[in-house]
């Protein structure tokens, strides 16, 4: 299975800000996932995203509010903008390595605040 | 849209008992996997289901896919304080092949 690495793990951020969360993959994968889990919920997913392409999002969630980057095959960032309390969660990328059995993996999370 | 409906939402169980939580679709699933996320963690793959009436098991834990490919069950036997946690099924639709994720089941286990 891939491994990833997503940063920050947490933050505080005031609201009318903008938050950047990065996603680096050690294997090259075709699609990556952001998945945003409000406290004690399910994981809703917000767009998948492809390498030289546009993101795509799911309803209920648009490209000016998460913009998303997918530089290469290895990373990915998705951005909180003009932050609200009601954006407090935590938000998580995950990619399917296509053809194996293990899954989609996680990475470890973020958990945002906006206060 | 594609729903994926779970239940129960909370279980507490004595240590040593069974638990056992299920998973309904609105629509065809092309397969289901299971997912574990400890209080804090991320969500951890445990299994996927591919075939139509498919039971496949991991030491204490069963997972059955329905003949419809439309519902899926996770059953403990004899729950350890180790197996706490929420446990997630998703479904990939045949016809979008998103991962969507049901709410989850969320399990307490009393020593």
């Known amino acids: 299975s891939a491994v990833i690495s997503q940063k920050p793990s947490r933050d505080i951020c005031q609201r009318g800000t903008s938050l950047t969360i990065q996603c680096q993959v050690d294997s090259q994968v075709t699609m990556m996932f952001w998945y945003r889990q409000q406290p004690g919920q399910s994981l809703t997913l917000i767009a998948t995203?492809?390498?030289?392409?546009?993101?795509?999002?799911e309803s209920g969630f648009v490209i000016d509010k998460f913009p998303i980057s997918r530089p290469n095959l290895t990373f990915s960032t998705l951005t909180v903008s003009n932050m609200s309390p009601e954006d407090s969660s935590i938000y998580l990328c995950?990619?399917?390595?296509?053809?194996?059995?293990?899954?989609?993996?996680f990475g470890s999370g973020t958990r945002l605040t906006v206060v | 849209g594609q729903q994926v409906m779970q239940i129960p939402q909370y279980q507490h169980v004595q240590e040593g008992e069974d638990f056992t939580t299920y998973c309904n679709s609105s629509?065809?699933?092309?397969?289901i996997q299971w997912y574990k996320q400890r209080p804090g963690g991320h969500p951890v793959f445990l299994i996927q289901?591919?075939?139509?009436?498919e039971v496949k098991k991991q030491k204490r834990l069963t997972f059955q896919f329905g003949e419809a490919k439309k519902n899926s069950s996770l059953h403990i036997t004899a729950t350890q304080t180790t197996d706490v946690g929420t446990y997630f099924c998703a479904g990939i639709a045949s016809n979008t092949g998103k991962l969507i994720f049901g709410q989850g089941t969320t399990l307490q286990v009393k020593p």
């Open positions: 995950s990619v399917d390595i296509t053809g194996s059995e293990v899954g989609y993996t």
């Open positions: 629509t065809t699933l092309s397969n």
């Open positions: 289901l591919v075939k139509s009436g």
């Open positions: 995203a492809n390498q030289g392409s546009e993101a795509t999002y």
